[in-house]
């Protein structure tokens, strides 16, 4: 029984550390294509272009493709391009004579992200260089009110600075804000969580021949020994809840000891008596539902099967998988009301040191509710045979 859940187990394993690998890869998340059009040649606008596109920041993202008008905008309806940049004649010497001859830029109707996050972030050197531009403006007019003309090229060149410090540095124009797909949680943490709740359920394959349902001709004898139908479901889930504490619990001191020898024993969470209940807890609802799932099913096969199947998507839709942040909007949703979703909390909340009363009445809930349910089926499947 340990095996068989082992062996699920270092599967998802080999899946997740793939997913981690594909998610956090050092990759750009965008690719931007900008398509730039002169109107005259001019290698000092080719400089400037090599400079910009020479950035650490810039040629991670963006890419310059210096093409004709025709070309340009025929980029743009075909969305190949995010957006267009024509360059007058004259626009180095412009900024540098202070003449300043506008850079037109064009974007498509339905912009997309690459075009949207462009628009914002041209936007902003706009903005910027009104304001670079109002403070010569205002020093000047300063200087002239103050009869200091013969300092305003060092003022010039004092604003200039602060202004390409604060462009080019971009200290100020970002704040750094860490967020987690995992909430409180490292990685490593949610893959344990996740991991262990799966594990849990694999090994309640395994459980089939302890908490099946009676043969027919057992059940009625019990019937007639005062057993009735409860009394029945209910020995059969205790005994199934006991083997499933005892093999995770087994499993569970086996990879600490492991995780110990190798130096890595404070991945683990602390025990103690919060992360006790909170075990038993995890533990009576997935039994309940792996009872649950074993009295829908007709036979060995099916059962094992079902649970299985049913297993693997709650655990997709809750973000066992993946965290649910990269999921579809719509699977988030759903995720919501699955009971793998509660159980990866808790078993999250025993790295956390507290535990949330939520989770805890959702979880009573659920067992609540599989019981009932399995009780149900038992007492109707009594009631045909009689």
């Not at 902003?124 to 403006?137: D, H, P, S």
């Amino acid at each position: 029984m340990l095996a068989e859940a082992v062996l699920l187990l270092g599967i998802l394993g080999i899946f997740a550390f793939g997913a981690v690998k594909f998610l956090y890869r050092d990759v750009p998340v965008l690719q931007i294509t900008i398509a730039v059009v002169e109107e005259e040649e001019n290698p000092l606008t080719d400089l400037l272009l090599q400079y910009v596109q020479g950035m650490e920041s810039v040629s991670e993202v963006c890419r310059f493709m210096i093409v004709s008008e025709e070309e340009a905008f025929s980029m743009l309806q075909e969305g190949k391009a995010a957006a267009v940049l024509l360059l007058p004649e004259g626009m180095v010497e412009g900024i540098l004579d202070g003449s300043n001859a506008p850079v037109q830029v064009f974007f498509p109707e339905d912009a997309g992200l690459e075009s949207a996050l462009l628009k914002e972030l041209t936007d902003a050197g706009v903005q910027m260089l009104r304001v670079a531009q109002a403070e010569i403006y205002a020093v000047y007019d300063t200087a002239k009110a103050y009869g200091a003309l013969e300092r305003l090229s060092a003022l010039e060149m004092d604003i200039d600075r602060y202004n390409l410090a604060f462009a080019l540095e971009r200290l100020a124009l970002f704040r750094m804000q860490e967020v987690s797909a995992t909430g409180n949680l490292t990685i490593l943490q949610y893959g344990v969580a996740s991991g262990a709740v799966f594990f849990l359920l694999m090994l309640g394959m395994a459980c089939y021949p302890v908490m099946q349902p009676y043969p027919e001709a057992l059940r009625k004898q019990l019937v007639r020994e005062g057993i009735g139908p409860g009394r029945q479901c209910l020995g059969k889930w205790f005994c199934g809840t006991c083997s499933m504490g005892m093999g995770a619990l087994f499993f569970m001191l086996l990879l600490n000891v492991g995780l110990r020898a190798a130096g890595y024993g404070f991945r683990m969470p602390k025990a103690g008596l919060m992360q006790t209940g909170v075990g038993l807890l995890i533990l009576l609802c997935a039994s309940s539902f792996v009872f649950l799932v074993f009295q829908l099913a007709g036979n060995g096969t099916a059962a094992v099967l079902l649970l299985f199947f049913l297993s693997v998507v709650m655990q997709y839709l809750s973000g066992g998988f993946l965290p649910s942040v990269f999921l579809p909007e719509t699977v988030q949703i759903i995720g919501r009301f699955v009971p793998t979703a509660y159980l990866i909390k808790a078993a999250g909340n025993l790295y956390a040191g507290g535990f949330s009363g939520e989770t805890a009445w959702l979880l009573l809930f659920f067992t609540v509710i599989f019981g009932g349910v399995s009780y149900g089926i038992g007492r109707l499947r009594m009631m045909k045979e009689v």
